[in-house]
């Protein structure tokens, strides 16, 4: 577990698939919340019925949800302004072929403290029943730490409890 020095927020990466019509859910290394192509080549080992789902947090910056179909990677970021500080973020903004804010288009996006800019597939999840408003309001709500925004997906996708038990295996 990584811990980072101001509060105490960790970093984690749960790998969630489905088997005989049952969602679970297990911790993947910490390594790999810095670790883009590592992740995907984690969730592609994971065999599941609709897709493994991947889902990130780094500390309470920022979160990544991964999606890995057959050959196809859909990714979402909760915030590019993380890309400045974390490798992830920039990797994944390298993966959807966005490139990261120069120091002015930063500058803009960090004025308005109440926005978050997220990139990627917000429709990573809506034949799952989570659409792109729903993820787009649930990412851009900057009083929810990125644990709080995944656990909410994760109920509204219908895993929630073997997400919770991944989570407490983290936090203890």
Do not use: N
Request: with cysteine; aromatic share 8%; proline share 5%.
């Amino acid at each position: 577990m990584a811990m980072t020095d101001e509060d105490d927020a960790l970093d984690f990466a749960i790998v969630v698939y489905r088997e005989d019509e049952c969602w679970d859910a297990e911790l993947l290394p910490v390594v790999l919340t810095s670790d883009l192509k590592g992740l995907i080549h984690a969730l592609r080992q994971q065999p599941s019925e609709s897709g493994t789902i991947g889902l990130v947090a780094v500390g309470d910056e920022f979160f990544v949800a991964l999606r890995v179909l057959g050959e196809r990677v859909d990714v979402f970021l909760s915030d590019i302004a993380a890309s400045w500080d974390f490798p992830l973020a920039r990797d994944v903004l390298d993966y959807l072929d966005v490139p990261v804010p120069d120091e002015e288009e930063l500058d803009e996006i960090l004025q308005d403290e109440e926005t978050v800019l997220p990139a990627g597939d917000l429709s990573i999840f809506a034949d799952l029943g989570l659409d792109e408003m729903e993820l787009g309001i649930l990412s851009g709500d900057i009083d929810l730490l990125p644990e709080d925004v995944l656990s909410s997906i994760a109920a509204r996708l219908g895993f929630s409890e073997p997400f919770e038990r991944a989570i407490e295996s983290v936090f203890g």
